[in-house]
């Protein structure tokens, strides 16, 4: 079970990988659209900000396809990319969104495996096998299955949910933030801040840009929690941590959680609690204040991007002060044991006088 695990998320990965720089130039091509259009820029026909709008979101209807495709490049090379195009493109079209996509690009991969291991073609035909024969079948066949089986109730359940984030209001809204919040936080960039930056990444590309933003800050609070705490209580943290902390904050300025971990590990239980709970305040915070981010990437550097990016700030800034405080408050000082146990042995002189090499000949 490990094993078939590690190997989803491998081809999960692959498709992230090839997902994330068109998301980011599309998303990127939207703000600035609406930077120097306004929110009306839809309706500026003509106009270098209407355009780049335009730009962005013809980029964003790509987003899944790319993806399907990339994840069935993953599992059964290039013959798959092709079909993938077309399954996360009917994906998008009957509105089962990037939970179709994902299917669909595993779907399309084991087919091509399934042609490869078992359609038996005459040596003539060979070359036909990775251009015509894999690509045709591979489409139809998965294309058939998500028109008529997989898709019609994955898009149902997408709708649902959508509806469900877009009338929420209140309380509601700020429950959502706080359980997206601490998953971003969580684990430090592992498998549950990966999870709910798929279910994040998954919104942005139905336009819904809210969990994006929580995505920011739960990345975002360890880091600087960590660091508030030190500058709270600097007796609290060794030489080691210290030194980890000085690389960290530049990490965390760029949206990168794990420069943290060393210190998470000498501390787990506190330190995860304590950026868990500052991250799923913030959270809440930023879903109740209605800030989103239109590009999944980018830490610090695209805030003046985002919708609302003073609020972000201040949610960033609330979050991060909790988790310093807690933390302050709840992590004992450093024991002189604990400091000597990580200084580095120094290394013993050896003294060279009376070393001969034909001594003992």
């Given at each position: 079970?490990?094993?078939?695990?590690?190997?989803?998320?491998?081809?999960?990965?692959?498709?992230?990988?090839?997902?994330?720089?068109?998301?980011?130039?599309?998303?990127?091509?939207?703000?600035?659209?609406?930077?120097?259009?306004?929110?009306?820029?839809?309706?500026?026909?003509?106009?270098?900000?209407?355009?780049?709008?335009?730009?962005?979101?013809?980029?964003?209807?790509?987003?899944?396809?790319?993806?399907?495709?990339?994840?069935?490049?993953?599992?059964?090379?290039?013959?798959?990319?092709?079909?993938?195009?077309?399954?996360?493109?009917?994906?998008?079209?009957?509105?089962?969104?990037?939970?179709?996509?994902?299917?669909?690009?595993?779907?399309?991969?084991?087919?091509?495996?399934?042609?490869?291991?078992?359609?038996?073609?005459?040596?003539?035909?060979?070359?036909?096998?990775?251009?015509?024969?894999?690509?045709?079948?591979?489409?139809?066949?998965?294309?058939?299955?998500?028109?008529?089986?997989?898709?019609?109730?994955?898009?149902?359940?997408?709708?649902?949910?959508?509806?469900?984030?877009?009338?929420?209001?209140?309380?509601?809204?700020?429950?959502?933030?706080?359980?997206?919040?601490?998953?971003?936080?969580?684990?430090?960039?592992?498998?549950?801040?990966?999870?709910?930056?798929?279910?994040?990444?998954?919104?942005?590309?139905?336009?819904?840009?809210?969990?994006?933003?929580?995505?920011?800050?739960?990345?975002?609070?360890?880091?600087?929690?960590?660091?508030?705490?030190?500058?709270?209580?600097?007796?609290?943290?060794?030489?080691?941590?210290?030194?980890?902390?000085?690389?960290?904050?530049?990490?965390?300025?760029?949206?990168?959680?794990?420069?943290?971990?060393?210190?998470?590990?000498?501390?787990?239980?506190?330190?995860?609690?304590?950026?868990?709970?500052?991250?799923?305040?913030?959270?809440?915070?930023?879903?109740?204040?209605?800030?989103?981010?239109?590009?999944?990437?980018?830490?610090?550097?695209?805030?003046?991007?985002?919708?609302?990016?003073?609020?972000?700030?201040?949610?960033?800034?609330?979050?991060?002060?909790?988790?310093?405080?807690?933390?302050?408050?709840?992590?004992?000082?450093?024991?002189?044991?604990?400091?000597?146990?990580?200084?580095?042995?120094?290394?013993?002189?050896?003294?060279?006088?009376?070393?001969?090499l034909t001594k003992g000949l």
């Amino acid at each position: 079970m490990k094993s078939i695990g590690l190997t989803i998320k491998k081809h999960l990965l692959t498709g992230i990988s090839y997902m994330i720089p068109l998301i980011v130039a599309a998303g990127l091509c939207i703000a600035l659209g609406q930077i120097f259009g306004g929110a009306d820029v839809a309706n500026h026909e003509g106009t270098i900000p209407f355009y780049l709008n335009q730009i962005g979101g013809w980029g964003m209807t790509l987003v899944v396809p790319l993806f399907t495709a990339a994840i069935a490049m993953s599992i059964a090379d290039r013959p798959a990319f092709a079909p993938g195009l077309v399954i996360g493109f009917i994906a998008n079209e009957i509105q089962a969104g990037f939970i179709g996509g994902i299917l669909g690009g595993f779907l399309v991969g084991y087919v091509v495996l399934a042609i490869k291991k078992y359609v038996k073609v005459p040596k003539s035909m060979i070359g036909l096998m990775p251009v015509m024969i894999i690509p045709l079948i591979a489409t139809a066949f998965s294309g058939l299955l998500m028109l008529t089986i997989i898709g019609q109730p994955i898009a149902s359940m997408q709708n649902s949910l959508l509806g469900l984030l877009q009338s929420m209001e209140g309380g509601s809204r700020f429950f959502m933030g706080t359980i997206l919040g601490a998953m971003s936080s969580f684990d430090f960039g592992g498998p549950v801040n990966k999870t709910a930056s798929l279910f994040a990444d998954g919104l942005l590309v139905e336009g819904i840009y809210e969990p994006e933003a929580v995505k920011f800050i739960g990345s975002m609070v360890p880091v600087f929690g960590i660091a508030l705490s030190f500058l709270f209580t600097r007796y609290k943290y060794t030489k080691a941590e210290k030194e980890t902390l000085k690389a960290a904050v530049p990490m965390g300025i760029c949206m990168i959680t794990e420069g943290v971990i060393p210190i998470a590990a000498r501390d787990l239980i506190r330190v995860v609690a304590s950026c868990s709970f500052g991250s799923a305040i913030a959270g809440g915070l930023s879903m109740v204040w209605g800030v989103g981010s239109t590009v999944p990437h980018g830490g610090l550097f695209v805030v003046p991007l985002m919708i609302e990016p003073w609020y972000f700030v201040l949610a960033l800034a609330i979050g991060s002060l909790i988790t310093g405080t807690m933390l302050s408050l709840w992590k004992p000082a450093v024991k002189q044991e604990e400091e000597a146990m990580e200084q580095e042995p120094e290394e013993e002189e050896v003294d060279l006088d009376d070393f001969s090499l034909t001594k003992g000949l």
